[in-house]
C-alpha cells in the first residue's frame, strides 16, 4: 500500500476505535461487540508495528483506557488500574507462557486461574479496617468516586475489624468485579418492562449502570454483587510471596473470593481449567466470558513488570461466542412498549449454550438489508451476551432458491396506524 493509503487507514481505524471507546467506557453503551472490537484492534497494533512512525500520543495504544463520565467526582488510583492483553486461540496462550519462561529463564511456571467475570471493574480502598473510598476504573489512572453506590452491595465489608484474630492491614487496596446475578438481572428487566422502560441488553451494561445511579437507593434495590480478584497490602507485618495466597487471606478477612480459582503448576494445566469451564460456564448463576491467568509469584512479576498498558505476568483467555447453524422458518414483527417495530427471526429450534433458541433479535429494517436476511435462509446464530440470540451472518452457500425476502410493514401490525421512521434505523408506531 502507498504509504497516504496506510496513513488513511490508520487514521480511521483510530477514529473508529476512539468512538467505540467513548461509547464503551463513557456512555456504557456499546457500539459493537467484544469480539468484533478485538478484531479491529488487532489490526490497529498490527499497523503501528508495522509503521511505528505513525503512532501519535492520542492513540488507543498509549493510554490505559478512555475518561471516566464527570457526574460523579474523580479519584486518582494510587496503583493504576491495567488491563490485560488477550489470547483467543490456544496458540496464542502457549505463546505467552512461552514469552514468561524465556524471560524468566525457568521450565515451568505455576500460574493462578480465575473466572473472568462479565462485570465493571472496582477499587475499594480500606484505612486501619475501615472502607474510606470506592472508585471505577475509568482510564485506569482517574476512576468515579461510586462509594456511597458500592456501601449498597452487602457482600462488601465496612470494616474488616470484625473478624477474630486476624491482622488488619493498615492500608489495604482491593479490586474486584460487581456483577448482576442471573436472577437479579432477569428481576430487574422484569421491572423494567412493567415500568414501560427498555430492558438492559446484558448483566454488564446493568451493573454498570447500577453503580452509576446517582440515587444510592436505586442501587441498592438491584442486588448486585461483587468477586474480589486481587488485593495491593501496605503493611510490614503482612506479606505474601504469590497471588493465591494473597487471595486466601482476603477471603479469611470478610471478602467474596471466586470459589474457581485453581493453582496449576504449568500451561497445560490451565488449558484443561479453560477447557472445563468453556462449557460448564452455563450452570453459573453469574456471566463470565474467559479465564484470566496470572503468574502467581510476586517475585516474577516484579522481574517480568508492565508495558505502559497490560502487565507481561497476566493474560485473559477469552472464550468465543456461543454458535450455531439453524433456519429461519419466519420473520416477525415485535412491537415494543415505546412503539418501535422490531424484526424478530423465528427459528428451528437448536440448542445453544445449554438451551433451546427459537427466537433471534434481527434488530431493524438496516440490519436486515446489511445482511440480506431471507425467510428460509440458513443461518449463524450467536449468543453472547444478549438477552436473546442474535443472526451473524447468511450462510448464502445453502440457499436453494426458494428463500423469501421480507417486506417490512408500512402499518403497525397490532392498532394498523401507519408506521413512521424518525429518520434513523428505527421505524415505530405513533399510537399512544
Not at 486518582?76 to 492483553?85: A, E, G, I, R, T
Not at 474510606?132 to 461510586?146: C, F, M, N, S
Not at 471466586?258 to 468453556?278: P, Q
Not at 509469584?297 to 516484579?302: L, R
Amino acid at each position: 500500500m502507498a504509504k497516504v493509503d496506510i496513513e488513511k487507514e490508520y487514521q480511521s481505524l483510530k477514529n473508529v476505535l476512539q468512538k467505540y471507546g467513548y461509547h464503551y467506557y463513557v456512555l456504557d453503551a456499546p457500539l459493537t461487540s467484544d469480539e468484533d472490537y478485538d478484531v479491529i484492534y488487532r489490526k490497529f497494533l498490527q499497523l503501528e508495528k508495522d509503521h511505528p512512525e505513525l503512532i501519535t500520543p492520542d492513540s488507543p495504544s498509549q493510554r490505559i483506557g478512555d475518561k471516566p463520565a464527570s457526574q460523579f467526582a474523580q479519584i486518582s488510583h494510587k496503583y493504576p488500574l491495567y488491563s490485560l492483553d488477550n489470547a483467543l486461540i490456544d496458540q496464542q496462550l502457549y505463546d505467552f507462557d512461552q514469552k514468561i519462561k524465556e524471560n524468566l529463564d525457568i521450565e515451568a511456571v505455576e500460574y493462578c486461574a480465575e473466572l473472568k467475570i462479565d462485570g465493571l471493574a472496582v477499587s475499594l480502598l480500606y484505612e486501619n479496617g475501615l472502607l474510606i473510598q470506592g472508585a471505577t476504573r475509568g482510564d485506569g489512572k482517574v476512576g468515579e468516586d461510586i462509594l456511597l453506590n458500592l456501601r449498597t452491595i452487602g457482600t462488601i465489608p465496612l470494616n474488616l475489624n470484625f473478624i477474630e484474630n486476624k491482622e488488619i492491614p493498615s492500608s489495604l487496596e482491593v479490586r474486584g468485579e460487581v456483577y448482576f446475578p442471573k436472577k437479579s438481572f432477569e428481576k430487574l428487566n422484569e421491572e423494567q418492562i412493567k415500568l414501560n422502560k427498555p430492558a438492559f441488553a446484558n448483566p454488564r451494561n446493568a451493573a454498570a449502570g447500577s453503580l452509576r445511579q446517582l440515587d444510592p437507593s436505586l442501587t441498592a434495590k438491584r442486588k448486585l454483587d461483587i468477586f474480589i480478584y486481587s488485593g495491593i497490602i501496605e503493611d510490614s507485618k503482612i506479606k505474601f510471596s504469590n497471588h493465591f495466597d494473597t487471595l486466601q487471606y482476603l477471603k479469611s478477612i470478610g471478602f467474596k473470593i471466586n470459589k474457581n480459582i485453581k493453582l496449576c503448576k504449568n500451561i497445560n494445566e490451565v488449558k484443561e481449567f479453560c477447557d472445563y469451564w468453556r462449557t460448564e460456564r452455563v450452570n453459573l448463576d453469574h456471566d463470565m466470558d474467559g479465564i484470566v491467568v496470572k503468574v502467581n509469584s510476586y517475585e516474577y512479576q516484579n522481574i517480568l513488570g508492565f508495558t505502559s498498558k497490560v502487565p507481561k505476568w497476566a493474560i485473559a483467555y477469552k472464550f468465543p461466542p456461543d454458535q450455531a447453524i439453524t433456519k429461519i422458518e419466519n420473520i416477525i414483527i415485535q412491537v415494543g412498549r415505546l412503539g418501535t417495530l422490531t424484526p424478530v427471526a423465528i427459528l428451528t429450534p437448536v440448542n445453544l449454550s445449554g438451551s433451546t433458541v427459537g427466537r433471534a433479535t434481527l434488530h431493524n429494517h438496516e440490519e436486515i438489508k446489511r445482511k440480506d436476511i431471507r425467510i428460509g435462509d440458513s443461518v449463524i446464530i450467536e449468543k453472547s451476551g444478549e438477552i436473546i440470540p442474535k443472526v451473524v451472518s447468511v450462510v448464502k452457500e445453502m440457499r436453494q432458491g426458494y428463500e423469501i425476502e421480507f417486506i417490512y410493514p408500512t402499518h403497525c401490525p397490532v392498532c394498523h396506524t401507519e408506521a413512521i421512521n424518525d429518520g434513523d434505523t428505527l421505524i415505530r408506531c405513533p399510537n399512544k
